[in-house]
């Protein structure tokens, strides 16, 4: 029974990230780095498809179905103030601002296909550093060199939130996130909050 049960799941498996690559084949000439994401292994991809359907579920307010996108299997109660909280700031943003945060949530992991430990800083330099190409596809879909360098901004601290909690790191690892933001902030106050709401979100 058992061996059946892994059998099935490794099939819907399999048709998932079949379905998943050839969505992205369609979309070759039109979306940024591709290749990468068609490089990566298959759980990567599952997860960054969990992610961004984590983040539809949480800009629209869809309680049960964040519950049934989180990886962590964790049941949080809706009157918790930590989702509470995620879903204030996500009620807030722009419909530019949610474009700018699925595109990060799309990106976020593509250093994957580079160098895995440092997926991050990896993934960060590969959208600062778009050439021309890349640089046209993000500005057809919307997207300014601003944008780039706050998702660039996005990808490399990622996993720093993450980390924290797992014990990782201690505490003292958020001051490389907190001395660029705030060096940014003192010329452009908004962004200190905006980039920290972010990052909450993306985690």
């Given at each position: 029974?058992?061996?059946?049960?892994?059998?099935?799941?490794?099939?819907?498996?399999?048709?998932?990230?079949?379905?998943?690559?050839?969505?992205?084949?369609?979309?070759?000439?039109?979306?940024?780095?591709?290749?990468?994401?068609?490089?990566?292994?298959?759980?990567?991809?599952?997860?960054?498809?969990?992610v961004m359907?984590?983040?539809?579920?949480?800009?629209?307010?869809?309680?049960?179905?964040?519950?049934?996108?989180?990886?962590?299997?964790?049941?949080?109660?809706?009157?918790?103030?930590?989702?509470?909280?995620?879903?204030?700031?996500?009620?807030?943003?722009?419909?530019?601002?949610?474009?700018?945060?699925?595109?990060?949530?799309?990106?976020h992991d593509?250093?994957?296909?580079?160098?895995?430990?440092?997926?991050?800083?990896?993934?960060?330099?590969?959208?600062?550093?778009?050439?021309?190409?890349?640089?046209?596809?993000?500005?057809?879909?919307?997207f300014r060199?601003?944008?780039?360098?706050?998702?660039?901004?996005?990808?490399?601290?990622?996993?720093?939130?993450?980390?924290?909690?797992?014990?990782?790191?201690?505490?003292?690892?958020?001051?490389?996130?907190?001395?660029?933001?705030?060096?940014?902030?003192?010329?452009?106050?908004?962004?200190?909050?905006?980039?920290?709401?972010?990052?909450?979100?993306?985690?």
């Amino acid at each position: 029974m058992f061996a059946n049960d892994k059998t099935n799941a490794n099939k819907i498996r399999e048709i998932e990230i079949s379905n998943i690559k050839m969505e992205m084949e369609k979309y070759k000439e039109i979306v940024p780095y591709i290749d990468l994401f068609l490089n990566m292994k298959d759980k990567d991809l599952i997860h960054i498809q969990k992610v961004m359907d984590m983040i539809d579920n949480l800009l629209e307010d869809r309680y049960d179905e964040v519950l049934n996108t989180s990886e962590s299997g964790d049941r949080v109660s809706k009157k918790f103030k930590g989702y509470t909280d995620l879903i204030d700031i996500a009620g807030k943003l722009s419909e530019d601002d949610k474009r700018l945060l699925r595109c990060a949530a799309i990106y976020h992991d593509i250093g994957k296909s580079l160098i895995r430990a440092r997926h991050g800083p990896e993934g960060a330099d590969v959208i600062k550093d778009s050439g021309r190409k890349a640089r046209k596809q993000f500005c057809n879909l919307g997207f300014r060199r601003p944008d780039l360098y706050f998702i660039s901004d996005l990808i490399r601290f990622h996993d720093y939130l993450a980390m924290i909690g797992t014990g990782e790191v201690s505490y003292l690892i958020f001051a490389e996130v907190l001395s660029p933001v705030s060096n940014i902030s003192l010329s452009v106050p908004t962004y200190a909050n905006k980039f920290l709401n972010f990052l909450l979100l993306l985690n």
